[in-house]
C-alpha cells in the first residue's frame, strides 16, 4: 500500500483535528447567526452539519488511540466520553436525520444551542490535550 511506513506524529494529529472542530464550530456560529431564530434555518444547520462533525469525532477517537466505532451514536457516545462534552444534543441529530425522532418547535433551537456549546468544549479539550507518549 502507499501508506505503509507513514507515521504520524499525534501533536501533528492533534493540531489537525483541532482546526478541523475550530473550523466547524466557526461554521455553527455563522449558521447560527444567519439562521437568526428561524426554526427551518436552524434545522438546515444541524443537518449539514452533522456529518462533518462526526468525521471530526472519528479524528478525536484515533487522537485518544481508539478504533471509532461505525455506529453513529455509539460514536457520539464515544467521542463525548473522551471530549468531555454533551452528548444529547448530537444523538437528538442523529436520530432526526434518520428518521426516528423529529426535531421541531422550541426544541430545533434548543437543540442548536446545546450543539454549539458541546462544540466549544470539545474544542477547549482539544486546546488542553495532551497525546499519549
Given at each position: 500500500?502507499?501508506?505503509?511506513?507513514?507515521?504520524?506524529?499525534?501533536a501533528?494529529?492533534?493540531?489537525?483535528?483541532?482546526?478541523?472542530?475550530m473550523?466547524k464550530?466557526?461554521?455553527?456560529?455563522?449558521?447560527?447567526?444567519a439562521?437568526?431564530?428561524d426554526?427551518?434555518?436552524?434545522?438546515?444547520?444541524?443537518?449539514?452539519?452533522?456529518?462533518?462533525?462526526?468525521v471530526?469525532?472519528?479524528a478525536l477517537?484515533r487522537?485518544h488511540?481508539?478504533?471509532p466505532?461505525?455506529?453513529?451514536?455509539?460514536?457520539?457516545?464515544?467521542?463525548?466520553?473522551?471530549?468531555?462534552?454533551?452528548?444529547?444534543?448530537f444523538?437528538r441529530v442523529?436520530?432526526?436525520?434518520r428518521?426516528?425522532?423529529?426535531?421541531?418547535g422550541?426544541?430545533?433551537?434548543?437543540?442548536?444551542s446545546?450543539?454549539?456549546?458541546?462544540?466549544?468544549?470539545?474544542?477547549?479539550?482539544l486546546?488542553?490535550?495532551?497525546?499519549?507518549?
Amino acid at each position: 500500500l502507499p501508506t505503509d511506513g507513514v507515521r504520524v506524529d499525534r501533536a501533528h494529529l492533534r493540531l489537525q483535528v483541532e482546526y478541523e472542530a475550530m473550523g466547524k464550530l466557526l461554521a455553527l456560529r455563522q449558521g447560527t447567526l444567519a439562521a437568526a431564530g428561524d426554526e427551518r434555518r436552524q434545522l438546515e444547520v444541524l443537518q449539514v452539519s452533522l456529518s462533518p462533525i462526526l468525521v471530526v469525532f472519528r479524528a478525536l477517537l484515533r487522537l485518544h488511540g481508539d478504533r471509532p466505532p461505525t455506529g453513529h451514536e455509539a460514536l457520539v457516545n464515544e467521542a463525548a466520553r473522551l471530549g468531555a462534552f454533551e452528548p444529547n444534543p448530537f444523538l437528538r441529530v442523529v436520530r432526526h436525520v434518520r428518521g426516528d425522532e423529529r426535531l421541531k418547535g422550541a426544541a430545533v433551537g434548543e437543540t442548536l444551542s446545546r450543539y454549539l456549546a458541546a462544540m466549544e468544549e470539545l474544542v477547549h479539550h482539544l486546546d488542553r490535550f495532551a497525546a499519549p507518549a
